[in-house]
DNA sequence: GGCTCATGTAAAAGCCGTTCACATGAGCTG
DNA sequence: CAGCTCATGTGAACGGCTTTTACATGAGCC
């Protein structure tokens, strides 16, 4: 498949040579612009040149495509938390909040995949491959909180490793739902969404027995330091 | 082309008499059934037995109508969320815990609400009547957090009552979103959402310095007993 | 050159949202 | 009761969207 569609503008005639690319971008672009709702498959036919029917030839309906670019949106949300992760580098608890900022970070420089993957209303369990995806993104999370339970404190009850990833999952998606949206500026927040979400969890790891802060009295060793910060608003009166 | 619509109701004639709750009634049903996207303007009309065109003369467009729903449900979910939690009784961490779980519970039981709410993708800022019944739904966890922030055990760094407040409502809100729809079913879980929110809120709750079980070495007072639970997720081993 | 099949087009059916001119009749006024 | 008025409902129409169907094109292959 040798297209000579190389950017130049070569015209093209009777055939694309890329439409099924062109519709993924051109729908990515519209979503962006005007929400999964508002996205239309004659829109993104139009954008890429071609009649309102040549979009069946890729995509059995519009559904599909909205699955196709949430598939796409889970893969490069999972290389984004498995890059944040970083095997839980330097320390396991600052790479588990850089793991929850991340998920804040896509979802405000990616509103298109974050709509198609989370908010377009298509049913995940329906598609296998789909719901693959977004597994294999969640276990990004899960294995860190496996990580995470291995060196809880002892003498603190906790809960399964399954469990806290899918609190620290929740508290990020509730976050970035809210407030984490770049374009539509649904509520106005006293703080950053990110200040937010990291106090968030540096609170919820303190209910697990992690140390966070410094302060006397609450006294535990990480594996390693953790910074000397005593969370993100400021000092306790 | 007189079908009397209700129970046995006298034979209406050309005039509906109470369309416009009907058509809320109509759409309360569709969005339940086929989500916010699925509903129709047409369909909601259909079932009301009027024309498509009879509807504007109570709403300008299909936006208002779901704009009116949302405007309802979040007058019934700030009315669940004051009766959850009945100022503070008997404790205020378990009267705390009760307004996680209410907010769970309605996006159960009235998933229709719920998704105009917070799933129809309208613009909250730009209706300025449904931002304030938003804002009075918020207020209610936003006096709760107040009054949780006054008796937190001092010695324990905290943020401020505001940012408590969106803490609850972003767990609670990820929680719902994520697993707690009753019909679309879209993730399994390995529990319940209201076990896994109160599981978090709980962590959450400790991690602020409150009692939230009985082990030793965690001793802190709260102003009132708070019962012998250890934690929903049974004992640390 | 000629075949074949993936990929495009045009046309059409059926739906929806929305508007507009017009019809109806409920309630008021006298 | 007669008559007026206005809120409320109707029917028809426009444009746009989704999807299907029959047909056109041309790229790759013998």
């Known amino acids: 498949m040798s297209w000579r569609k190389d950017q130049g503008r070569a ?3 009777y055939h694309h ?3 099924k690319e062109a519709l993924l971008q051109a729908a990515l672009d519209l979503i962006s612009k005007k929400g999964p709702a508002g996205f239309t498959f004659a829109d993104a036919a139009r954008m890429a040149g071609v009649s309102p029917a040549a ?4 995509f059995r309906d519009r559904d599909e495509l909205i699955a196709s670019i949430a598939q796409r949106g ?13 095997d839980g580098r330097p320390d396991t608890v600052s790479a588990f909040e850089r793991v929850g900022k991340a998920y804040l970070a896509f979802a405000r420089e990616e ?6 993957m989370f908010e ?3 049913p995940v369990d329906s598609n296998p491959t789909l719901m693959a995806a977004s597994e294999r993104a969640f276990a990004i999370i899960r294995a860190a909180a496996e990580r995470l339970a291995a060196l809880a404190p002892p003498g603190t009850p906790r809960p399964p490793a399954m469990m806290m990833a899918l609190h620290i ?19 106005k927040l006293p703080m950053s969404p990110e200040d937010l979400l990291e106090a968030e969890v540096l609170i919820y790891l303190r209910g697990l027995g992690f140390l966070t802060d410094r302060r006397p009295g609450t006294a535990a060793a990480d594996e390693e330091p953790a910074g000397d910060r005593s969370g993100p608003w ?3 009166k």
């Open 11 to 13: 015209e093209r005639g």
């Open 17 to 19: 040579g890329n439409l």
């Open 55 to 58: 979009p069946y030839r890729h």
């Open 74 to 86: 889970f893969e490069q949300f999972e290389s984004l938390l498995t890059q944040a992760w970083d």
């Open 111 to 116: 509103p298109a995949f974050y709509s198609a």
């Open 120 to 122: 377009s209303g298509l």
């Open 169 to 187: 999952w929740s508290m990020s998606h509730g976050v970035a739902s809210l407030f984490g949206r770049g374009d539509a500026a649904r509520r």
């Open 234 to 236: 400021g000092k306790p």
